[in-house]
T-cell receptor
């Protein structure tokens, strides 16, 4: 079974621009979550999508948004980029396993650098 | 809210030494607990998990026991290898898909 894939792997953008990151979950998984990883703040939850609906949202400004398509692929968008948005953005997918099965499987991440 | 506290690193060990990375948590209800590992330039890999009190998760020689009375989930390995050098994250979820992570502990193993 193929793992979680994220594209692109690396991205360099300028302040004020916007960016779209893509995530394809493991086949059959319907839940996709996004996390931001920075040296200062560590790993922080952005949002989760399940069956094309946002199910959970972290404490990030409205510049961060996402969506999920009918094939469970997800995109996240960051508008009006700031230097502080430079981070590794990780996507994780989760299947509908047995009760109490909360394993999330992560992709390799997209490294975003804002200059 | 939920929180996870890990020992700060880096933890520096010689090959074949015993490893302990401490993790304690604060959560409402009965969380599931996880250890993830991140190798340089990669995403997170699930190392092991425990879903209820006294459960022991184990994988690749690593072990951790869910201790409800001390709200801890310490990671241990009897004999580390150079290839174990990575950053280790303790995490929990309280029934939703949101994972709450500790800040990570870097492990450096020298030959």
């Amino acid at each position: 079974k193929a793992g979680v894939t994220q594209t692109p792997r690396y991205l360099i953008k300028t302040r004020g621009q916007q960016v779209t990151l893509s995530c394809s979950p493991i086949s059959g998984h319907r839940s996709v979550s996004w996390y931001q990883q920075t040296p200062g703040q560590g790993l922080q939850f952005l949002f989760e999508y399940f069956s094309e609906t946002q199910r959970n949202k972290g404490n990030f400004p409205g510049r961060f948004s996402g969506r999920q398509f009918s094939n469970s692929r997800s995109e996240m968008n960051v508008s009006t980029l700031e230097l502080g948005d430079s981070a590794l953005y990780l996507c994780a997918s989760k299947g509908q396993g047995a009760l109490n099965s909360y394993e999330q499987y992560f992709g390799p991440g997209t490294r975003l650098t804002v200059t | 809210g939920d929180s996870v506290t890990q020992m700060e690193g880096p933890v520096t060990l010689s090959e074949e030494a015993f490893l302990t990375i401490n993790c304690t948590y604060t959560a409402t209800g009965y969380p599931s607990l996880f250890w993830y590992v991140q190798y340089p330039g990669e995403g997170l890999q699930l190392l092991l998990k425990a879903t209820k009190a006294d459960d022991k998760g184990s994988n690749k020689g690593f072990e951790a026991t869910y201790r409800k009375e001390t709200t801890s989930f310490h990671l241990e390995k009897g004999s580390v290898q150079v290839s174990d050098s990575a950053v280790y994250f303790c995490a929990l979820t309280s029934g939703y898909s949101t994972l709450t992570f500790g800040k990570g502990t870097m492990l450096l193993v020298s030959p």
